[in-house]
Protein backbone atom coordinates (compact mmCIF):
# COMPACT_ATOMS: atom_id res chain seq x y z
CA UNK A 1 0.00 0.00 0.00
CA UNK A 2 0.91 3.42 -0.97
CA UNK A 3 1.25 4.41 3.30
CA UNK A 4 3.55 1.74 3.81
CA UNK A 5 6.89 2.76 5.74
CA UNK A 6 5.48 6.29 6.15
CA UNK A 7 4.11 7.90 9.11
CA UNK A 8 -0.03 7.84 9.15
CA UNK A 9 -1.87 10.80 9.96
CA UNK A 10 -5.35 9.86 11.22
CA UNK A 11 -7.59 10.09 13.73
CA UNK A 12 -8.30 8.80 17.26
CA UNK A 13 -10.01 9.23 20.56
CA UNK A 14 -7.38 10.05 22.99
CA UNK A 15 -7.59 9.66 26.82
CA UNK A 16 -5.62 12.78 27.87
CA UNK A 17 -6.29 12.10 31.51
CA UNK A 18 -8.41 9.80 33.77
CA UNK A 19 -11.90 10.93 34.50
CA UNK A 20 -12.35 13.33 31.25
CA UNK A 21 -14.12 12.68 27.92
CA UNK A 22 -11.46 11.44 25.24
CA UNK A 23 -11.01 13.92 22.79
CA UNK A 24 -10.84 13.51 18.73
CA UNK A 25 -7.38 14.39 17.22
CA UNK A 26 -5.45 13.79 14.79
CA UNK A 27 -2.21 11.02 15.56
CA UNK A 28 1.01 9.97 13.63
CA UNK A 29 1.02 6.25 14.04
CA UNK A 30 4.93 5.11 12.74
CA UNK A 31 5.44 2.20 10.87
CA UNK A 32 5.54 -1.31 12.02
CA UNK A 33 8.79 -2.15 13.60
CA UNK A 34 10.12 -6.11 13.73
CA UNK A 35 7.32 -8.12 14.36
CA UNK A 36 4.51 -5.68 14.27
CA UNK A 37 1.71 -5.15 12.44
CA UNK A 38 -0.27 -1.67 11.15
CA UNK A 39 -3.78 -2.30 10.94
CA UNK A 40 -6.70 -0.42 9.50
CA UNK A 41 -9.42 -1.00 12.06
CA UNK A 42 -13.18 -0.68 10.75
CA UNK A 43 -15.39 -1.42 13.52
CA UNK A 44 -14.92 -1.31 17.91
CA UNK A 45 -16.49 -2.00 20.44
CA UNK A 46 -16.76 -0.47 23.95
CA UNK A 47 -15.68 -3.07 26.20
CA UNK A 48 -16.08 -2.07 30.41
CA UNK A 49 -12.06 -2.94 31.04
CA UNK A 50 -12.14 0.65 28.70
CA UNK A 51 -13.98 1.93 31.35
CA UNK A 52 -12.54 0.29 34.33
CA UNK A 53 -8.52 2.13 33.39
CA UNK A 54 -10.56 5.57 32.56
CA UNK A 55 -12.48 5.68 35.81
CA UNK A 56 -11.77 3.28 38.08
CA UNK A 57 -8.07 1.91 37.75
CA UNK A 58 -6.52 5.28 36.76
CA UNK A 59 -3.23 4.09 37.27
CA UNK A 60 -0.55 7.36 37.18
CA UNK A 61 1.99 5.90 34.08
CA UNK A 62 -1.09 4.62 32.16
CA UNK A 63 -2.18 8.39 30.14
CA UNK A 64 -2.36 9.83 27.84
CA UNK A 65 -3.88 6.54 26.24
CA UNK A 66 -5.86 5.02 23.10
CA UNK A 67 -8.27 2.98 24.13
CA UNK A 68 -10.22 0.16 23.25
CA UNK A 69 -9.12 -3.24 22.55
CA UNK A 70 -12.33 -5.17 20.96
CA UNK A 71 -12.09 -4.59 17.22
CA UNK A 72 -11.54 -6.04 13.98
CA UNK A 73 -9.45 -4.22 10.62
CA UNK A 74 -7.27 -4.81 8.10
CA UNK A 75 -3.53 -5.25 7.43
CA UNK A 76 -1.78 -1.98 6.07
CA UNK A 77 1.99 -3.02 6.00
CA UNK A 78 4.08 -5.35 8.21
CA UNK A 79 6.95 -4.96 9.78
CA UNK A 80 10.34 -7.58 9.38
CA UNK A 81 10.14 -11.04 10.47
CA UNK A 82 6.29 -10.91 9.71
CA UNK A 83 5.08 -13.82 7.71
CA UNK A 84 1.89 -15.02 8.47
CA UNK A 85 -0.14 -11.46 7.46
CA UNK A 86 -0.25 -9.41 4.55
CA UNK A 87 -1.46 -6.41 3.33
CA UNK A 88 -5.17 -7.18 3.30
CA UNK A 89 -5.54 -9.87 5.29
CA UNK A 90 -8.73 -9.24 7.76
CA UNK A 91 -7.82 -9.21 11.76
CA UNK A 92 -8.83 -9.26 15.13
CA UNK A 93 -6.18 -7.28 17.63
CA UNK A 94 -5.75 -9.76 20.77
CA UNK A 95 -4.65 -8.08 24.48
CA UNK A 96 -3.17 -11.56 24.92
CA UNK A 97 -0.19 -12.72 23.49
CA UNK A 98 0.46 -16.55 22.05
CA UNK A 99 3.82 -16.69 20.90
CA UNK A 100 3.47 -20.37 20.62
CA UNK A 101 6.90 -20.80 22.30
CA UNK A 102 6.71 -20.44 25.75
CA UNK A 103 6.54 -23.43 28.19
CA UNK A 104 2.51 -21.55 28.97
CA UNK A 105 1.91 -21.61 25.29
CA UNK A 106 3.32 -24.95 24.85
CA UNK A 107 1.10 -26.43 28.02
CA UNK A 108 -2.66 -27.12 27.13
CA UNK A 109 -3.10 -25.99 30.97
CA UNK A 110 -3.02 -21.97 30.45
CA UNK A 111 -3.17 -19.19 28.26
CA UNK A 112 -0.67 -17.23 30.04
CA UNK A 113 2.14 -16.65 27.39
CA UNK A 114 5.73 -15.21 28.86
CA UNK A 115 6.15 -13.01 25.82
CA UNK A 116 2.89 -10.80 26.42
CA UNK A 117 4.49 -9.85 29.95
CA UNK A 118 7.34 -8.52 28.22
CA UNK A 119 5.26 -6.06 26.19
CA UNK A 120 2.48 -5.32 28.15
CA UNK A 121 2.35 -3.78 31.45
CA UNK A 122 -0.42 -5.69 33.11
CA UNK A 123 -0.42 -2.67 36.33
CA UNK A 124 -0.88 0.12 33.96
CA UNK A 125 -2.19 -2.02 31.42
CA UNK A 126 -0.44 -0.22 28.47
CA UNK A 127 2.51 -1.90 26.54
CA UNK A 128 5.85 -0.62 27.29
CA UNK A 129 6.76 0.98 23.83
CA UNK A 130 3.60 2.68 21.45
CA UNK A 131 4.16 4.00 18.15
CA UNK A 132 1.75 6.70 18.61
CA UNK A 133 1.84 10.17 19.07
CA UNK A 134 -0.35 13.48 19.17
CA UNK A 135 1.38 17.12 19.21
CA UNK A 136 4.57 15.67 19.71
CA UNK A 137 3.74 13.82 22.78
CA UNK A 138 4.05 9.99 22.79
CA UNK A 139 0.83 8.54 23.42
CA UNK A 140 0.49 5.02 25.35
CA UNK A 141 -1.67 1.95 23.77
CA UNK A 142 -3.55 0.49 25.58
CA UNK A 143 -3.47 -3.34 26.49
CA UNK A 144 -1.42 -3.75 23.31
CA UNK A 145 -4.32 -2.58 21.23
CA UNK A 146 -5.75 0.47 21.04
CA UNK A 147 -8.33 0.31 19.01
CA UNK A 148 -10.78 3.64 19.52
CA UNK A 149 -7.99 4.88 16.45
CA UNK A 150 -8.15 4.84 12.29
CA UNK A 151 -4.69 2.93 12.46
CA UNK A 152 -3.27 0.98 15.31
CA UNK A 153 0.47 -1.46 15.46
CA UNK A 154 0.03 -4.40 17.27
CA UNK A 155 2.70 -7.43 17.65
CA UNK A 156 2.02 -10.20 15.47
CA UNK A 157 1.73 -12.48 18.66
CA UNK A 158 -1.11 -10.57 19.64
CA UNK A 159 -3.05 -10.76 16.20
CA UNK A 160 -5.95 -13.65 14.61
CA UNK A 161 -6.44 -13.72 11.13
CA UNK A 162 -9.82 -14.10 10.18
CA UNK A 163 -12.19 -15.23 7.46
CA UNK A 164 -12.74 -12.94 4.99
CA UNK A 165 -15.64 -13.43 4.34
CA UNK A 166 -16.79 -12.16 8.20
CA UNK A 167 -18.32 -8.96 8.93
CA UNK A 168 -16.26 -6.64 10.94
CA UNK A 169 -18.41 -4.49 12.63
CA UNK A 170 -20.16 -7.63 13.98
CA UNK A 171 -17.40 -10.18 14.75
CA UNK A 172 -14.94 -7.25 16.28
CA UNK A 173 -16.85 -8.62 19.55
CA UNK A 174 -15.08 -11.27 19.37
CA UNK A 175 -11.85 -9.67 19.93
CA UNK A 176 -12.73 -9.47 23.94
CA UNK A 177 -16.24 -9.90 25.79
CA UNK A 178 -17.84 -12.82 23.63
CA UNK A 179 -14.72 -15.32 24.10
CA UNK A 180 -13.94 -14.17 27.82
CA UNK A 181 -17.63 -15.12 28.70
CA UNK A 182 -18.19 -17.80 26.65
CA UNK A 183 -14.40 -19.31 27.77
CA UNK A 184 -15.11 -18.84 30.88
CA UNK A 185 -18.14 -21.26 31.12
CA UNK A 186 -16.77 -23.80 28.74
CA UNK A 187 -12.81 -24.03 28.94
CA UNK A 188 -12.53 -22.98 32.78
CA UNK A 189 -15.47 -23.62 34.34
CA UNK A 190 -15.87 -26.99 32.53
CA UNK A 191 -19.70 -26.76 33.11
CA UNK A 192 -20.97 -30.33 32.62
CA UNK A 193 -24.74 -31.33 30.73
CA UNK A 194 -27.27 -31.01 33.11
CA UNK A 195 -25.63 -29.08 35.74
CA UNK A 196 -26.99 -25.57 37.13
CA UNK A 197 -25.33 -22.54 36.93
CA UNK A 198 -25.98 -19.08 37.97
CA UNK A 199 -23.88 -16.07 36.07
CA UNK A 200 -23.36 -12.47 37.93
CA UNK A 201 -23.45 -9.33 35.91
CA UNK A 202 -25.30 -9.50 32.51
CA UNK A 203 -23.15 -7.25 30.47
CA UNK A 204 -21.55 -8.68 27.23
CA UNK A 205 -19.00 -10.70 29.28
CA UNK A 206 -21.98 -12.23 31.40
CA UNK A 207 -24.12 -12.62 28.78
CA UNK A 208 -21.87 -14.73 26.90
CA UNK A 209 -21.29 -16.70 29.75
CA UNK A 210 -24.74 -17.50 29.64
CA UNK A 211 -24.70 -18.66 25.98
CA UNK A 212 -21.39 -20.70 26.86
CA UNK A 213 -23.05 -22.51 29.85
CA UNK A 214 -26.26 -23.17 27.74
CA UNK A 215 -23.96 -24.58 24.79
CA UNK A 216 -22.44 -26.96 27.29
CA UNK A 217 -25.66 -28.31 28.31
CA UNK A 218 -26.44 -26.45 31.73
CA UNK A 219 -30.21 -27.15 32.71
CA UNK A 220 -30.64 -24.65 34.73
CA UNK A 221 -28.88 -20.75 34.34
CA UNK A 222 -29.93 -17.84 36.80
CA UNK A 223 -28.88 -14.69 35.73
CA UNK A 224 -28.36 -12.03 38.06
CA UNK A 225 -28.05 -8.05 37.68
CA UNK A 226 -29.09 -4.80 39.33
CA UNK A 227 -30.37 -3.81 36.25
CA UNK A 228 -33.18 -5.74 35.56
CA UNK A 229 -33.47 -4.37 31.73
CA UNK A 230 -30.91 -7.16 30.86
CA UNK A 231 -32.93 -10.32 31.98
CA UNK A 232 -34.74 -9.89 28.54
CA UNK A 233 -31.61 -10.51 26.36
CA UNK A 234 -30.29 -12.60 29.19
CA UNK A 235 -33.04 -15.21 28.13
CA UNK A 236 -32.14 -14.90 24.77
CA UNK A 237 -28.97 -16.50 25.57
CA UNK A 238 -30.84 -19.03 27.50
CA UNK A 239 -30.78 -17.70 31.43
CA UNK A 240 -33.66 -19.77 32.68
CA UNK A 241 -34.37 -17.90 36.03
CA UNK A 242 -33.68 -14.22 36.80
CA UNK A 243 -32.98 -12.62 40.16
CA UNK A 244 -32.70 -8.80 40.78
CA UNK A 245 -30.01 -8.30 44.17
CA UNK A 246 -32.56 -5.15 44.77
CA UNK A 247 -35.64 -7.65 45.23
CA UNK A 248 -34.23 -9.20 48.22
CA UNK A 249 -33.06 -8.50 51.62
CA UNK A 250 -31.39 -11.84 51.87
CA UNK A 251 -27.76 -12.18 51.31
CA UNK A 252 -27.93 -13.03 47.13
CA UNK A 253 -25.90 -16.78 48.26
CA UNK A 254 -28.75 -17.36 50.40
CA UNK A 255 -31.65 -16.86 47.55
CA UNK A 256 -29.43 -18.69 45.11
CA UNK A 257 -29.33 -21.80 47.57
CA UNK A 258 -32.60 -21.66 48.51
CA UNK A 259 -33.89 -21.68 44.76
CA UNK A 260 -31.08 -24.88 44.15
CA UNK A 261 -31.66 -27.28 46.87
CA UNK A 262 -28.30 -26.01 48.16
CA UNK A 263 -26.44 -23.85 45.45
CA UNK A 264 -25.49 -24.60 42.53
CA UNK A 265 -22.77 -26.35 40.54
CA UNK A 266 -20.43 -23.36 38.46
CA UNK A 267 -21.20 -19.58 39.16
CA UNK A 268 -19.35 -16.95 37.39
CA UNK A 269 -18.32 -13.41 38.55
CA UNK A 270 -18.56 -11.14 35.61
CA UNK A 271 -19.03 -7.81 37.35
CA UNK A 272 -15.80 -6.90 38.67
CA UNK A 273 -16.71 -6.26 42.59
CA UNK A 274 -15.23 -8.18 45.12
CA UNK A 275 -18.50 -8.15 47.06
CA UNK A 276 -20.15 -9.99 43.74
CA UNK A 277 -17.05 -12.68 43.45
CA UNK A 278 -17.60 -13.27 47.24
CA UNK A 279 -21.53 -14.00 46.81
CA UNK A 280 -20.53 -16.06 43.52
CA UNK A 281 -18.47 -18.03 45.22
CA UNK A 282 -21.00 -19.00 48.28
CA UNK A 283 -24.00 -18.92 45.79
CA UNK A 284 -21.70 -22.63 44.64
CA UNK A 285 -22.85 -25.96 45.88
CA UNK A 286 -20.41 -27.31 48.93
CA UNK A 287 -18.92 -30.59 47.58
CA UNK A 288 -18.13 -29.54 44.41
CA UNK A 289 -19.48 -26.12 43.46
CA UNK A 290 -16.97 -24.24 41.41
CA UNK A 291 -17.02 -20.15 40.73
CA UNK A 292 -15.23 -18.01 38.16
CA UNK A 293 -13.35 -15.03 38.89
CA UNK A 294 -14.23 -12.98 35.29
CA UNK A 295 -15.08 -9.23 35.88
CA UNK A 296 -11.68 -7.63 36.27
CA UNK A 297 -10.48 -5.07 39.71
CA UNK A 298 -6.45 -5.08 40.31
CA UNK A 299 -8.14 -2.43 43.40
CA UNK A 300 -9.45 -4.20 46.53
CA UNK A 301 -8.51 -8.07 47.72
CA UNK A 302 -11.41 -10.58 48.02
CA UNK A 303 -11.93 -12.41 51.10
CA UNK A 304 -13.91 -15.41 51.85
CA UNK A 305 -13.96 -17.78 54.82
CA UNK A 306 -11.46 -20.41 54.10
CA UNK A 307 -14.54 -23.34 55.51
CA UNK A 308 -16.12 -22.14 52.14
CA UNK A 309 -13.50 -23.95 50.17
CA UNK A 310 -12.60 -26.43 52.53
CA UNK A 311 -16.08 -27.56 52.34
CA UNK A 312 -15.30 -28.86 48.84
CA UNK A 313 -15.95 -25.32 46.65
CA UNK A 314 -13.12 -24.35 43.88
CA UNK A 315 -12.58 -20.72 43.06
CA UNK A 316 -11.20 -19.72 39.68
CA UNK A 317 -10.29 -17.14 37.96
CA UNK A 318 -10.34 -16.72 33.83
CA UNK A 319 -8.54 -14.37 31.69
CA UNK A 320 -10.20 -14.39 27.89
CA UNK A 321 -12.07 -16.83 29.03
CA UNK A 322 -9.58 -19.28 29.09
CA UNK A 323 -8.79 -19.09 25.28
CA UNK A 324 -4.75 -19.11 23.42
CA UNK A 325 -5.28 -15.53 22.53
CA UNK A 326 -4.80 -15.64 18.47
CA UNK A 327 -6.27 -19.44 18.11
CA UNK A 328 -9.36 -18.31 20.67
CA UNK A 329 -10.56 -15.59 18.46
CA UNK A 330 -10.05 -17.74 15.00
CA UNK A 331 -11.94 -20.87 16.68
CA UNK A 332 -14.75 -18.71 17.54
CA UNK A 333 -14.86 -16.28 14.35
CA UNK A 334 -15.34 -20.11 12.76
CA UNK A 335 -18.27 -21.02 14.90
CA UNK A 336 -19.92 -17.53 13.99
CA UNK A 337 -19.57 -18.24 10.09
CA UNK A 338 -20.87 -21.81 11.21
CA UNK A 339 -23.81 -20.42 12.74
CA UNK A 340 -23.03 -21.57 16.29
CA UNK A 341 -22.24 -18.91 18.36
CA UNK A 342 -24.37 -15.52 18.42
CA UNK A 343 -22.91 -12.65 17.75
CA UNK A 344 -24.98 -10.03 16.57
CA UNK A 345 -27.54 -10.38 19.39
CA UNK A 346 -25.24 -8.78 21.75
CA UNK A 347 -24.94 -5.62 19.87
CA UNK A 348 -27.18 -2.55 21.43
CA UNK A 349 -26.33 0.52 19.34
CA UNK A 350 -23.89 1.47 16.33
CA UNK A 351 -21.99 4.58 15.99
CA UNK A 352 -19.03 6.06 14.75
CA UNK A 353 -15.54 6.78 16.38
CA UNK A 354 -16.74 10.33 17.34
CA UNK A 355 -19.59 9.71 19.24
CA UNK A 356 -17.32 7.55 21.41
CA UNK A 357 -18.07 9.78 24.35
CA UNK A 358 -21.80 8.94 24.13
CA UNK A 359 -21.30 5.15 23.68
CA UNK A 360 -19.13 5.35 27.29
CA UNK A 361 -21.94 6.93 28.97
CA UNK A 362 -23.77 4.33 27.77
CA UNK A 363 -21.90 1.60 29.04
CA UNK A 364 -21.86 3.84 32.36
CA UNK A 365 -25.12 3.75 32.56
CA UNK A 366 -25.66 0.51 31.61
CA UNK A 367 -28.08 1.70 29.08
CA UNK A 368 -26.56 -0.89 26.44
CA UNK A 369 -25.09 -4.38 25.53
CA UNK A 370 -22.24 -3.24 23.04
CA UNK A 371 -22.39 -0.29 21.23
CA UNK A 372 -20.12 -1.04 17.88
CA UNK A 373 -17.68 2.01 16.48
CA UNK A 374 -17.40 2.09 13.02
CA UNK A 375 -14.17 3.63 12.74
CA UNK A 376 -13.32 3.24 8.79
CA UNK A 377 -15.20 1.49 5.66
CA UNK A 378 -14.50 -2.19 5.09
P1 LIG B 1 -20.88 -4.22 31.63
O1 LIG B 1 -20.67 -2.95 32.37
O2 LIG B 1 -21.53 -4.16 30.30
O3 LIG B 1 -21.72 -5.25 32.50
C1 LIG B 1 -21.66 -5.34 33.89
C2 LIG B 1 -23.05 -5.77 34.40
O4 LIG B 1 -22.96 -6.01 35.80
C3 LIG B 1 -24.14 -4.71 34.19
O5 LIG B 1 -25.26 -5.30 33.54
C4 LIG B 1 -24.46 -4.25 35.61
O6 LIG B 1 -25.82 -3.86 35.77
C5 LIG B 1 -24.13 -5.51 36.40
N1 LIG B 1 -23.88 -5.29 37.84
C6 LIG B 1 -23.27 -4.23 38.44
N2 LIG B 1 -23.23 -4.41 39.77
C7 LIG B 1 -23.82 -5.60 40.02
C8 LIG B 1 -24.10 -6.33 41.21
N3 LIG B 1 -23.74 -5.86 42.40
N4 LIG B 1 -24.71 -7.53 41.11
C9 LIG B 1 -25.10 -8.01 39.89
N5 LIG B 1 -24.87 -7.36 38.73
C10 LIG B 1 -24.24 -6.17 38.81
O7 LIG B 1 -19.42 -4.90 31.53
P2 LIG B 1 -18.80 -6.04 30.55
O8 LIG B 1 -18.16 -5.37 29.38
O9 LIG B 1 -19.77 -7.13 30.35
O10 LIG B 1 -17.59 -6.53 31.49
C11 LIG B 1 -17.88 -7.20 32.71
C12 LIG B 1 -16.61 -7.36 33.55
O11 LIG B 1 -15.70 -8.24 32.89
C13 LIG B 1 -15.83 -6.06 33.76
O12 LIG B 1 -15.31 -6.08 35.07
C14 LIG B 1 -14.71 -6.17 32.76
O13 LIG B 1 -13.58 -5.38 33.12
C15 LIG B 1 -14.41 -7.64 32.87
N6 LIG B 1 -13.64 -8.24 31.78
C16 LIG B 1 -12.78 -9.23 32.13
C17 LIG B 1 -12.04 -9.86 31.15
C18 LIG B 1 -11.14 -11.00 31.51
O14 LIG B 1 -10.38 -11.46 30.64
N7 LIG B 1 -11.20 -11.53 32.70
C19 LIG B 1 -12.18 -9.47 29.82
C20 LIG B 1 -13.11 -8.49 29.51
C21 LIG B 1 -13.85 -7.87 30.49
ZN1 LIG C 1 -12.59 -6.18 27.14
Redesign the pocket.
Known sequence: MATAGKVIKCKAAVAWEPNKPLVIEQIEVAPPQANEVRIKIVATA????D??HLFEGKHKDGFPVVLG??AAGIVESVGTGVTEFQPGDKVIPV??FQCRECRFCKSPKTNQCEKGGSTVRLDAMVSVDSRFTCKGKKVQQFAGTSTFSEYTVVNQMALAKIDPAAPLDKVCLLG??IC??YG?AVNTAKVEPGSTCAV?????????AVMGCKAAGAERIIA????PE?FEKAKVFGATDFV??KDHTKP?SQVVSEMTNGGVDYSLE????V??MR?ALESCVKGWGVSV?????DLHDTAVRPTQLIAGRTWK?????GFKGKDGVTQMCKAYMDKKLKVDEFITHNMTLDQVNDAIEL??N?K???TVLNVSPQ
Open positions: VCHTLYHEFLCGTGAFGLGAVGLAVDINKNPICVGNGVSIVGWTGSLFGMKSCIR
